[in-house]
């Protein structure tokens, strides 16, 4: 199962796998997930956690390069 929101989808902070499984003994929907490639364990809020950070770096980077083009002089 992947862990999403809109576009982003979270992925695992040592592999960087985007697939997670619920952990043993978790009742639907699961709080705590295991990673699919490396059985990192991780809690399903730290996971929103890091789409929101990623949906506020990109919010940033957006703005951040609009900013530059406003600035840039005419050609
Ligand atoms: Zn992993």
Known sequence: MR??????TACCDQCG?????PAPGETTP???LVCFGCGL??????LLMQIADATVRRA????????????????
């Open 41 to 46: 364990r991780a809690a399903r809020c730290a």
């Open 17 to 21: 796998c985007e697939d997670f499984q």
């Open 30 to 32: 699961a709080q705590e």
């Open 60 to 75: 940033e980077a957006f703005l951040d390069s609009s900013r530059r083009q406003r600035k840039a002089p005419p050609r």
């Open 3 to 8: 862990i999403c929101v809109g576009h982003i």
